[in-house]
């Protein structure tokens, strides 16, 4: 998505370009006021590509905060079942202590 985005903003570039060129080629008005409406043109293209700018940085942004909230689910969910992995090896000791315990209990009568 990344290098399509790019290629949107070259294209976008290179078209104005193309365009200003062709505008100053069979321009029928006085240099100035040629001039005056290149400039117009570019600050068009300069607010055109600010806008796409922030655009894909608010889509950045976006994608990153989902990411940041998978990936602290994913990590909650992860200590869950630790816990409860961490518990069952709990019990399972305790029964062998007990056993153990019973063990010593016949051998010391």
């Known amino acids: 998505m990344a290098n399509n985005n790019g290629n949107n903003a070259i294209a976008l570039l290179l078209g104005a370009a193309i365009g200003v060129g062709v505008g100053i080629l069979f321009a029928p008005d006085k240099g ?3 001039r005056e409406k290149i400039k117009g043109n570019l600050d068009d293209l300069k607010i055109d590509v600010n806008n ?3 655009d894909y940085e608010e889509d950045i942004r976006a994608k990153l ?3 940041k ?3 602290k689910e994913t990590v909650d969910n992860l200590l869950s079942n630790s816990s409860y992995k961490a518990e069952e090896a709990i019990s399972f000791l305790e029964e062998k202590l007990a056993e153990l315990k019973q063990q010593n209990a016949k051998l010391q009568k």
């Open 65 to 67: 905060s989902g990411s």
């Open 52 to 54: 796409k700018l922030a």
């Open 69 to 71: 909230e998978d990936l």
């Open 32 to 34: 100035s006021k040629t």
